[in-house]
């Protein structure tokens, strides 16, 4: 019985230190492991706001009816930011990046002072859901 119990401990240590790729992870699992960080930056690449700006639980896809357009919605957790950030950028673009690569760069039309927001583009629905997926998590 004790012996039992010791090669059961020494098999696990074992196998608990073995990579099934030889210690050498590939690159797609590795990225796919990595935190994503969303941030939305100004023209000259300074950051106004990340993912932790955002309420992740209200990040939505919605299909708006005038256009038959899908839209990417959500709310920021201070409605103050969201309305500095739109006050300074009104009529330029904030680009929307993933781990460092550009997403989206919507155009910001409106002052916004609720803190809801809005990203509207020729998103087909599949497009519209990856691009919201991109921003709730690195919301949460």
């Not at 700006?53 to 896809?61: E, G, M, N, Q, T």
């Not at 927001?117 to 949460?140: C, D, P, Q, R, W």
């Amino acid at each position: 019985m004790k012996l039992n119990i010791i090669l059961f401990f020494l098999l696990s240590l074992l196998f608990s230190h073995v990579s099934p790729y030889g210690g050498n992870v590939p690159k797609e699992i590795q990225t796919s492991l990595e935190k994503i960080v969303t941030t939305f930056q100004d023209k000259e690449g300074t950051v106004m706001a990340t993912g932790a700006d955002l309420k992740a639980d209200s990040i939505r896809v919605e299909l708006g009816q005038e256009y038959n357009q899908y839209f990417v919605v959500g709310q920021f957790k201070d409605p103050k930011k969201l309305e500095e950030i739109t006050r300074q950028l009104l009529g330029e673009e904030l680009s929307i990046y993933c781990n460092g690569e550009l997403i989206a760069a919507p155009t910001v039309q409106t002052v916004l002072v609720s803190g809801e927001f809005s990203i509207s583009g020729s998103f087909t629905l599949s497009e519209a859901n990856e691009l919201k997926e991109l921003i709730k998590i690195s919301a949460e």
